[in-house]
């Protein structure tokens, strides 16, 4: 039996958004910390935000990576679709998950929502992330950023 099938809606109602910023060797990858006075306080994590009504994905992923951050991606590529499980709604959501790639000397400016900020290298990324499946969409965003034979379906034109 589907989720639809029981009554459970399914939205693609978030988007999720890696931000990367080209290092002497490699990437450097953002976290986030939470605030104290928001949900999941102290939980590091990516970019991440609810899509307004009528609002494109892409439009949504840049929006809240402007709005988190203050920074602007130089580039966007589209990573992957997670679907989870909101329990206070009763809602299965669909986030699409981005990658932003910022230039080097971007400075991070933070909103209210988080307290503090670093620039990781992936693997410290990795460990520093807070949730399960940002930590996989690291190596995603990764091997998309190392395969350019792709970019002309996973990157977002402007």
């Not at 400016?109 to 460990?127: F, M, N």
């Not at 998309?144 to 970019?151: E, G, R």
Request: hydrophobic residues 45%; glycine residues 4%.
């Amino acid at each position: 039996m589907s989720a639809l099938s029981r009554g459970t809606p399914v939205e693609v109602g978030v988007v999720d958004v890696l931000v990367f910023r080209p290092a002497q060797r490699g990437w450097l990858a953002l976290a986030l910390q939470r605030a104290p006075d928001q949900r999941c306080p102290g939980t590091w994590e990516m970019v991440h935000g609810k899509v307004e009504p009528g609002e494109a994905l892409e439009a949504a992923a840049q929006r809240e990576l402007r709005e988190e951050t203050g920074l602007v991606a130089d580039r966007l590529f589209s990573v992957t679709m997670h679907p989870f499980y909101l329990l206070q709604q009763q809602t299965v959501q669909l986030a699409a998950v981005f990658v932003a790639v910022v230039a080097p000397a971007s400075v991070v400016r933070l909103s209210a929502e988080h307290t503090k900020h670093a620039w990781l290298t992936p693997s410290q990324a990795r460990r520093r992330y807070t949730w399960p499946h940002e930590k996989r969409f690291v190596d995603d965003a990764r091997i998309i950023l190392a395969t350019p034979a792709v970019w002309d379906v996973m990157e977002v034109r402007r």
